[in-house]
C-alpha cells in the first residue's frame, strides 16, 4: 500500500504537468491558426483543461491531507504542486489577454515565444516522469538543466520581442497590450523554471 500511495504523488505531478503540455499546444494552435472570432471558444477550451489540472491538484491535496507518511516532505509536495498549476494558469492568462485585449492579429515574435513555451513544458513532463525515481535516474538532473536553458532562451527573445515592438510599433495602444502578453508568455516559462528549481531542491535534501 506504501508503494501504491507514494506512486499516486508523483503520477499527479505528471498528470498535472501533461495539463500544462495541452495548454501550452492550445495555446500556440490558437496563436498559430488566429481567427478573433474564435477566441472566446478556444478560451472555453483552455478552462476546461485548466479545471481539469484544478481537479486533479485537489485530490492531490485530499490524498496528502490523509496521507501518516508521505515520499518527500508534505510542504514539497505542496510546493511542486502549486508550482506545476502554476504554469497552467499562467497559459490561460495569455489567451484570456488576447480575448479581453481583443486582439485581431498575432504578432511573429509571440508564435517563437510560443514554440518555446511547447517545449519547456514538454521538456517538464519528461522531468516528471523521471522525478519518481529521482533516486536513480540518470537523466533527471540534465532535464532541470534544459528547462533552465530554455528560460534563458525565452529570456533572450522577450528582450528581442520588446525592442521589436517598440521599434517598429507607432500604436501606444498595441504597444502596452503586446508588452503584457509578451510579458505573461516569459511568466509562463519561468513558472516551467519554478517547477524545475522545486523537483532540484527536492532532490538534494533527501540525497
Request: proline share 2%; charged share 25%.
Amino acid at each position: 500500500m506504501a508503494k501504491k500511495q507514494d506512486s499516486f504523488y508523483f503520477d499527479t505531478f505528471y498528470t498535472c504537468i501533461d495539463y500544462s503540455c495541452q495548454a501550452a499546444h492550445l495555446l500556440h494552435d490558437v496563436m498559430a491558426n488566429y481567427d478573433p472570432e474564435q477566441i472566446g471558444e478556444k478560451l472555453d477550451e483552455m478552462h476546461a483543461i485548466e479545471h481539469a489540472a484544478d481537479v486533479k491538484k485537489h485530490e492531490l491535496l485530499n490524498v496528502l491531507v490523509k496521507a501518516f507518511i508521505t515520499p518527500i516532505e508534505r510542504e514539497d509536495i505542496l510546493l511542486l504542486g502549486q508550482n506545476i498549476d502554476d504554469i497552467t494558469d499562467q497559459i490561460e492568462d495569455v489567451l484570456l489577454r488576447l480575448y479581453c485585449n481583443n486582439v485581431q492579429t498575432i504578432r511573429p515574435d509571440a508564435l517563437k515565444l510560443s514554440e518555446v513555451m511547447i517545449r519547456v513544458c514538454e521538456e517538464a513532463k519528461s522531468m516528471a516522469k523521471e522525478f519518481a525515481d529521482f533516486k536513480h535516474s540518470k537523466t533527471l538532473h540534465q532535464h532541470i538543466v534544459n528547462i533552465n536553458t530554455m528560460e534563458e532562451e525565452a529570456d533572450a527573445l522577450f528582450i528581442s520581442s520588446l525592442r521589436t515592438l517598440h521599434t517598429t510599433c507607432s500604436d501606444p495602444l498595441e504597444i502596452i497590450v503586446w508588452r503584457e502578453i509578451y510579458t505573461f508568455m516569459e511568466i509562463c516559462v519561468d513558472a516551467c523554471e519554478h517547477a524545475a528549481d522545486t523537483v532540484e531542491s527536492i532532490v538534494m535534501k533527501n540525497s
